[in-house]
């Protein structure tokens, strides 16, 4: 009965791992050899969408995936990788995604609210 606020719940929760992730690399700009870390969860989601459908997902099976990005990144004479613009741009989507995740959220516990209230 519940399955989209959960969904919505994990959802959130990456969203979260994420946002933690790119403000510490914003945070290591200047740090010696520092890797960049991201969160994989997008795909992970539309990959066990696409399986199982809606209504039969496992919420066990998605989980988010932290990971060192290396691939396409440059590295710096220091062996640091992070590009502070791409970081930046990249967190303000994360922020937009998290603020429309949250107002997901608050409706769908208000029609749920409204249902429970009809039914008293």
Do not use: C, W
């Amino acid at each position: 009965m519940f399955e989209n606020i959960d969904i919505t719940k994990k959802a959130l929760d990456a969203s979260m791992l994420r946002y933690q992730h790119l403000t510490n690399n914003i945070a290591n700009i200047d740090t010696v050899g520092y890797k960049r870390t991201d969160v994989e969860f997008g795909s992970i989601l539309a990959r066990e969408l696409q399986m199982n459908g809606r209504k039969n997902i496992d919420l066990n099976r998605i989980q988010p995936r932290v990971y060192y990005d290396n691939a396409g990144a440059r590295t710096r004479l220091d062996g640091n990788n992070i590009d502070i613009d791409k970081e930046m741009s990249q967190l303000s989507q994360e922020t937009l995604r998290y603020n429309t995740l949250i107002q997901r959220a608050t409706s769908q516990v208000q029609r749920y609210q409204n249902i429970f209230q009809q039914l008293q």
